[in-house]
């Protein structure tokens, strides 16, 4: 059973607990089925890295943005969501590491359907990440 341990990099604006957690803790989907969930409008992806990383690296096609540290990061989740917490959502950033985190957040305000795109954007030790699967990034200005 693989494990994953981190911390959480929480601010005060963002509201998170710092906090370890495991990987069983949160449900991985991977940048392939992840495009194309959202390709088929079953999920929205969000991309929780800061404004100067998609800026710096694109964006997954059909993300949204929404930064971890965003002081209304409730808030813009409840917007996207249209208010249904039950909404399929798929989180990703560099690695995976920070979409967890959220995605943990998430369920725990009450979030049941929220998942981490394992590897992110760059790729981590059990998957290679979205940009080197050769899945599509748009440029942000």
């Not at 920070?98 to 979030?111: D, Q, T």
């Amino acid at each position: 059973m693989i494990t994953r341990r981190f911390l959480i990099a929480a601010t005060a604006a963002s509201a998170l607990m710092i906090r370890a957690a495991t990987a069983e803790e949160v449900k991985l989907i991977t940048p392939g089925e992840a495009h194309e969930n959202v390709q088929s409008g079953v999920l929205k992806l969000v991309d929780v890295r800061e404004p100067f990383e998609w800026k710096e690296s694109g964006v997954a096609a059909g993300a949204d943005l929404i930064a971890m540290r965003d002081p209304a990061i409730a808030a813009k989740f409840h917007d996207l969501s249209g208010g249904d917490k039950t909404a399929p959502i798929a989180l990703i950033c560099r690695t995976g590491i920070r979409s967890a985190a959220v995605a943990e957040y998430l369920a725990k305000n009450g979030y049941t359907n929220v998942y981490s795109v394992d590897g992110g954007m760059f790729g981590n030790s059990t998957n290679p990440g979205w940009r080197r699967k050769g899945l599509p990034v748009g440029a942000v200005e």
